[in-house]
């Protein structure tokens, strides 16, 4: 019998598919089950980044107040700009995995991911904000200096507009404006792969800047060591974890069809992102700006070493308009993504390399004798 006391989009009562949910613009959302695991990949990839939960005060950011005031100002210039894309990048992934996936997500694995991955976004735009504010004497001006980067703006134009795209297209569904649909499903499908090309592509694109500054110049570390944790999310977790979700949803008929149909957006797409990055180097190299032991050129071909694993994941690499770089260009990037590599003692610095509730009993059911 029909449930009518609750509406469908609340919950759904009536749900049938437990055993086999689409990710996406399934069979509406019921109960959170954790009994029948589809896509047990999603399920260890979420775990995997609660247990590398951290907070963004962690690290002692006020000895970058000093270097910022020290520093030449080339290096403070091309710090600053690169915090502000990033700052304002992150603020956008917490909020956005929220507002187009609450509405299509119909699986309790990928949800859970998801809602995991928007909260330590979360985390990451707290960690840049608490940078500026412990860095500087005057964070607010910072602020609107950071604010005033429309380089850094321009970086997000491409990303931006897909995403407001499936923004609104998931927000009328929600209210039953527009049917379930292949249009509706391949906004979405195409939504999830702009998500990976900013975090594979543009998020690595940045990291290599603030890295190659604290490793050219052992700046600015406290900083470098929040951002190699968030580094750390978006390289080992997010990115997998929407190469993941793709590959489900290609499994599927509607998936096919999404990315036969969406095939040339996903080309204009790529070849779009990589060149607002080429862009970007090009502005960050200019104005006396430079990086020790990193050129411009090394820079490019770090941005389409990332166009490259995209390209590969979606078999075009005939059809991108960036010269394929199979060999990472920026050997020093391995030590701050691979945070492991990185031992560093306690007494030294800060550490990041560490993860939350490993731990678990395996004495249910014992009783010890102890003598007192």
């Not at 029948?36 to 005060?57: F, T």
């Not at 096919?256 to 095939?263: L, P, S, V, Y």
């Not at 390399?353 to 007192?372: C, H, P």
Request: overall charge negative; glycine content about 6%; some cysteine.
């Amino acid at each position: 019998m029909s449930n009518i006391l609750l509406p469908e989009n609340i919950i759904n009562l009536d749900k049938k598919n437990y055993n086999a949910p689409e990710i996406i613009l399934g069979e509406k959302d019921g109960i959170f089950d954790t009994i029948n695991k589809s896509y047990p990949e999603l399920w260890k990839l979420y775990k995997s980044q609660c247990s590398m939960d951290w907070d963004a005060n962690e690290f002692d950011y006020s000895p970058c107040n000093v270097q910022f005031k020290t520093c030449e100002r080339h290096i403070y210039d091309m710090m600053i700009k690169n915090l502000a894309w990033q700052w304002e990048t992150d603020g956008i992934a917490a909020k956005v995995f929220i507002n187009v996936l609450s509405n299509v997500c119909t699986s309790t694995e990928a949800w859970a991911g998801w809602l995991e991955i928007a909260k330590i976004e979360s985390t990451h735009s707290e960690a840049y904000s608490e940078i500026v504010r412990n860095s500087f004497d005057d964070p607010s001006e910072v602020l609107q200096e950071v604010l005033r980067v429309r380089e850094a703006q321009e970086r997000l134009v491409v990303i931006s507009r897909v995403f407001e795209d499936a923004r609104i297209a998931s927000l009328k569904y929600g209210l039953g404006m527009i049917l379930n649909d292949q249009e509706l499903f391949n906004k979405i499908y195409l939504f999830l792969v702009a998500v990976l090309c900013m975090e594979r592509i543009q998020f690595m694109g940045s990291f290599a800047v603030t890295f190659g500054i604290c490793e050219s110049t052992g700046l600015f570390m406290p900083a470098g060591k929040a951002i190699q944790k968030i580094a750390q999310d978006e390289f080992d977790i997010h990115v997998h974890f929407g190469k993941e979700v793709l590959k489900q949803i290609y499994k599927t008929p509607r998936g096919q069809i999404a990315f036969e149909q969406t095939r040339p957006q996903i080309i204009q797409l790529l070849n779009e992102v990589v060149g607002s990055e080429i862009d970007w180097v090009s502005y960050a190299f200019s104005e006396g700006r430079e990086l020790t032991g990193v050129t411009a050129e090394m820079m490019v071909d770090w941005d389409c070493f990332g166009g490259t694993d995209i390209a590969h994941f979606f078999g075009i690499e005939d059809e991108v308009n960036f010269p394929l770089i199979e060999t990472n260009p920026l050997k020093f990037m391995e030590s701050w993504i691979s945070i492991d590599k990185v031992q560093a003692s306690a007494q030294e610095e800060d550490l990041g390399a560490y993860k939350v509730n490993t731990m678990q009993r395996d004495d249910d059911g014992e009783i010890f004798d102890i003598d007192l």
